[in-house]
């Protein structure tokens, strides 16, 4: 028409299209997930709206996704009340601007036929994957900040075209997207299927979906073929009472949208039987719907709720499988990881909310690149209106790696950004998230010790993985030195919470620092640690031929990190952290009145190698004394119990470059 505008798609847009419309990805379902996350997206961003703008929900109340097909016309489509698009928007969300993680996108998935194109949303570009089933697209738009409702429509070949919807403004508010299905992609016209795949991919979802479900009845079996003629003159007398009255009610909500598609209602449905396929002895089965004797005719169509009415987080945990908590977390994270670890809890008190925590299994690979730039990914919801999905402001940094989503009653749902960060409500959530996180890993850690390993945690050729807490510290453990380091409160929680490689934990081993302590010595005053660069580095330090002698156990501190996060630890359990490096080392076992007659006895004999020693390095070493701390080195280099470690100035110089 005239006013139809055609527009080439960005060129990386169009190669990207290319890719996914010829892929061979088999997991092609995934186009449901993106298309339901952006009309989640879009309702979101409407019900926000809705609380600033007096009105602004004037132009389609209810807040929802519809989905429905029809077969003859091989077409899917999903509908939402969300914000919709402009023309102008249309024209840029779906094509002409670029985005950057479409370039990143296809250089992830490397060239491969069959690559994992799961990820597509992650990327910025999940819009596109409906192209895995559709040969071609329209979708139609009404936004409030246009006059007119516009239709986008693209079959995948460079170029879309936009134009004034001929229908007019049908939505009020919204988007509608429907699908002309490839030959191949026929399940989705399927009620069951569509049912399954929403209900797994709509956890998280606080907006109604309904389908658009098809309600048959058994015409006749395919011999009896009077019946089928009664039934198409489309009396429905063999419906009960209350089914009638339902009828009738739904048919009023849906006249408006459907007023073409009711006519289709009477249609038989199936092939005809080509009699010669089936054996002579068979029954009819009207219970079955695949049995190609039995004729049915579609009665009605009627709208079905799909997800749950509940938000999970809102449910008892006792009713929430581990499967959904696990799904729940995928559609939350859209990154592909994966969570077994989730606290789902109800705080009350000065402030109430509820809300689930979880902690991925894996860190991202550059999870401490940058690390203070990096938020948690809660959603906070205000009475299930959802206010922001990344406030960096509710934990602290060190515990970034946080996912969940909390909701709350006690904030005012018109706060912006701003009056958030100061909202005294918010401290004490985010002390209570805090809480809650600590006590997540502190369970995590307290299992370990009845965890036995079952099938689950062996890999592919049969090895038993490590402990589920030794799998977490492998990826978080350094983000909890960084909370000994900087969150005083929860200090002491924390430092429970680390693991050490010691003397006595062997290769593999790690141990905690209650585990040290219940192995000490009963004359043992002092924990003590000695940092380097390695392990190995350690095992042979002269610094530890005494303690061995002894029998003590030394902590070693071979992460950078660990000094000075043992720096603000200073002690655990009454115990006093001691670096075995520093002057004035004790033990605890010394006769002290035998060891200061020693000491005196010897200071006078070795009087003079002591004052050459001094003389000879002259102001780069403080002083020389004599020590008993060695068993068979003849000399140490220590520093002033004030001073920083050798290890700590090898760490600083390294930084300062
Ligand atoms: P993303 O969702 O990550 O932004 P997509 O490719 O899925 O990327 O979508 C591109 C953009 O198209 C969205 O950011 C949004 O602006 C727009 N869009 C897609 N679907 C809808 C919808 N149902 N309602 C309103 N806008 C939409
Ligand atoms: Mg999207």
Redesign the pocket.
Known sequence: SESSEKYEFQAEVTRLMDIVINSLYKNKEIFLR??I???S??LD?ARFKGIKEKNFLDTKKELEVRISYDKEARTLTIA?S????TKT?LVE??GTVA?S?TTNFMENLGGEGDADLSMI?Q??????SIYLVSEKVT?A?KSNDDETQNVWSSQADGSFVVAPDPRGNTLGR??E?TMYLKDDASEYLDDYKIESLVKRYSEFITFPIYLRKTIEEVVAADEDEEDEYEYEDGEEEDLDEDEEEEEEEEEEEEEEEEGEESKKDTRVKGEAVDKSKVPDDHNPDPESPHDPTIKREIKKFEWVRANDNVAIWARDKEDVTSDEYKEFYRNLAKDGTTSNNWIHFKAEGEVEFKGILYIPDEAPHDMYDKFYEKDAKIRLYVRKVLITDDFDELVPQYLNFLRGVIDSDDLPLNVNREGLQQSKVLKVMGKKLVRKAIEMVRKLANADADWEPDEDDKDEKGTVKKSPYMRFWDQFGKSLKLGVIEDSANRSKLTKLLRYKTSKSGEEGWRSLEEYVADMKEWQTNIYYIAGESMEALESSPFLEKLKKKGLEVLYLIDPIDEYAMQQIMEFDGKRMMSVTKEGLKFGDEDEDLVAAREKAYKAKFLPLTTYLKDAYGTKISKVVVSSRVETSPVVIVTGQWGNSANMERIMRAQAL
Request: proline share 0%; hydrophobic share 35%; glycine share 24%.
């Open positions: 993106e298309l996350s952006n009309a997206d879009a961003k939402d969300g914000v919709g698009m928007e969300n779906l985005k993680g949303g990327f910025g570009v999940g819009f596109y979708v738009s919204g988007t997207i």
